[in-house]
C-alpha cells in the first residue's frame, strides 16, 4: 500500500522470541516509517536462550541478532546511522572491533561507546542501532561483481552473509575455512558493498549430484542478484560434469523456496538433523543436464 503525504507513519513492533522482551515488555525493533529502532541487543541466543563466555563471540550473535531485525524491518547494515555499544569492561572493546568493523567498516554510522554495567553478569557486550530504510543508494548505479572467496578476509564475508541467511546453521570462521576448502565460495558485492554470496559443493555420489545455492541479504532482494549467483554457480556446477543439480533452503525461508521453485527445482525431501528443531528442504533441478 502506498503512504500519501501527510498520512502518519506507519508503525510495527518486531520481536525475536526473547524472553526478556515478554517479561519487561518491550520489542526487538520498532518501525516508525522510514525508521527503524532497534533495542539494546546483547549475545543470547534467542532460540535456547543461551549466551557464550566469549566478548568476540558475544558480540557476533549481537549482530546476528541485530541483522534478523534489520531483515525482517526490510533493511540492513547498509542503512543504519547510529550505532551505540555498551559494555561493562571497557578492555573488552578492542577485541570486538574486527568484528564491528565487518558490520559498519563500509556503512560508517555515527557510534558511542558507553562503559556501564548490564541487566545480568554474563553479558559482556549490548548492541543498539537505528536505522532509515531507503538511505542505500549502492547498486543504484553500481555493478554486480560475484567474486570466488580467496583469503581470510573474503572467507568472513561470506561466513557473514550465509549466518544472516541461515542462523540455525550459524559458522565460526574455522568451520567457514573449512567449507571453502572443500566447495566453491563466492561473494558479490555492488560497488564495495558485500551483497550475498554462493556455495557449490561438487559432484557426488553415483548420480554424481552437484548442490548450487544462492544466498541474498535481504535488503537487495528482487535486482537480481540472486539469478545472478544461482547461474554462475551453476555454470560452475556443469563445468565439473555433474550429472544433476540439488539446492538445500530452510524450509522457513519462504523467499528461498519460491526463488527455487521458479527456477525448476522441485523438493526431494524434508529432514531435521540429529538435535536440531529446524526443518530443511532439499530439492532438485527437474531438467535433466543434455548428454
Known amino acids: 500500500?502506498?503512504?500519501?503525504?501527510?498520512?502518519?507513519?506507519?508503525?510495527?513492533?518486531?520481536?525475536?522470541?526473547?524472553?526478556?522482551?515478554?517479561?519487561?515488555?518491550?520489542?526487538?525493533?520498532?518501525?516508525?516509517?522510514?525508521?527503524?529502532?532497534?533495542?539494546?541487543?546483547?549475545?543470547?541466543?534467542?532460540?535456547?536462550?543461551?549466551?557464550?563466555?566469549?566478548?568476540?563471540?558475544?558480540?557476533?550473535?549481537?549482530?546476528r541478532n541485530i541483522g534478523a531485525a534489520l531483515a525482517e524491518a526490510g533493511c540492513a547494515f547498509a542503512d543504519v546511522v547510529r550505532v551505540r555499544y555498551l559494555l561493562p569492561a571497557r578492555e573488552d572493546f578492542e577485541p570486538c572491533w574486527p568484528v564491528l568493523r565487518r558490520a559498519f567498516g563500509q556503512v560508517r554510522p555515527a557510534a558511542t561507546m558507553m562503559v556501564c554495567g548490564l541487566a545480568d553478569e554474563r553479558m559482556r557486550i549490548e548492541i543498539e542501532v537505528d536505522a532509515r530504510r531507503g538511505t542505500v543508494a549502492a547498486g543504484a548505479g553500481s555493478a554486480l561483481r560475484i567474486q570466488p572467496v580467496d583469503g581470510d578476509a573474503m572467507v568472513e564475508e561470506?561466513?557473514?552473509?550465509?549466518?544472516?541467511?541461515?542462523?540455525?546453521?550459524?559458522?565460526t570462521l574455522d568451520e567457514a575455512r573449512e567449507r571453502a576448502g572443500r566447495n566453491r565460495l563466492a561473494n558479490a558485492y555492488l560497488g564495495d558493498v558485500l551483497v550475498g554470496c554462493s556455495t557449490v559443493r561438487p559432484p557426488g555420489g553415483e548420480e554424481r549430484a552437484a548442490t548450487v545455492i544462492a544466498r541474498v541479504l535481504p535488503a537487495y532482494r528482487g535486482r537480481g542478484i540472486g539469478t545472478a549467483l544461482y547461474e554462475a554457480g551453476l555454470a560452475h556446477a556443469r563445468g565439473l560434469d555433474a550429472g544433476a543439480v540439488e539446492t538445500v533452503v530452510l524450509a522457513a525461508n519462504a523467499d528461498g523456496l519460491r526463488f527455487a521453485g521458479a527456477r525448476g527445482f522441485v523438493?526431494?525431501?524434508?529432514?531435521?538433523?540429529?538435535?536440531?528443531?529446524?526443518?530443511?528442504?532439499?530439492?532438485?533441478?527437474?531438467?535433466?543436464?543434455?548428454?
Open 267 to 291: 523438493e526431494k525431501e524434508r529432514y531435521v538433523l540429529d538435535g536440531e528443531r529446524e526443518e530443511w528442504v532439499d530439492l532438485r533441478l527437474a531438467e535433466a543436464r543434455p548428454a
Open 158 to 171: 561470506w561466513r557473514h552473509v550465509h549466518n544472516v541467511i541461515v542462523p540455525p546453521a550459524a559458522m
Open 1 to 63: 500500500m502506498t503512504r500519501r503525504q501527510g498520512d502518519p507513519p506507519v508503525r510495527r513492533a518486531i520481536v525475536s522470541g526473547s524472553t526478556f522482551e515478554e517479561r519487561i515488555g518491550y520489542a526487538r525493533a520498532v518501525v516508525d516509517g522510514d525508521r527503524v529502532h532497534v533495542s539494546g541487543t546483547t549475545g543470547f541466543d534467542y532460540a535456547s536462550m543461551t549466551i557464550s563466555e566469549d566478548v568476540v563471540e558475544q558480540a557476533e550473535q549481537c549482530l
